[in-house]
């Protein structure tokens, strides 16, 4: 027999969220920290802290868009460099969007899905 407990209490933790959030820029270090670590504290957190399984979810969301988009972009770059222009597109993307739902989740706000394909619903 399960017992459920529906008093969960949630601590508001808007840094963590800030934290997840800059920890994408551990791509530009590792090259694959940037969806290893938010997915990480993602998991580890989404059942105590306000917010985390929202802001979670968009950022597993986004890194996987930025990695199919990087992957479909590099055989592109030989239709005309329409892949290199994506490649940069998705660059400017991947460096500001976390930065915008950063300051979003400071504020406590809900995260910006910009150009994010919803694997994770």
Known sequence: MEIINHNKTFEQNNQ???IAHLSQFLTYVTGFGGLIVPLLL???TKDTVNGMDEHG???VNFQLTVLLITIL????ILLFGLGILSLIFIGVVAFVIPIVNAVRASNGEKPSTFMT???IS
Do not use: C, N
Request: hydrophobic share 60%.
């Open 73 to 76: 972009s590099v055989p592109a």
């Open 16 to 18: 963590l969220l800030v």
């Open 117 to 119: 394909i919803p694997f």
């Open 42 to 44: 993602w998991l580890t």
């Open 57 to 59: 979810k968009s950022i």
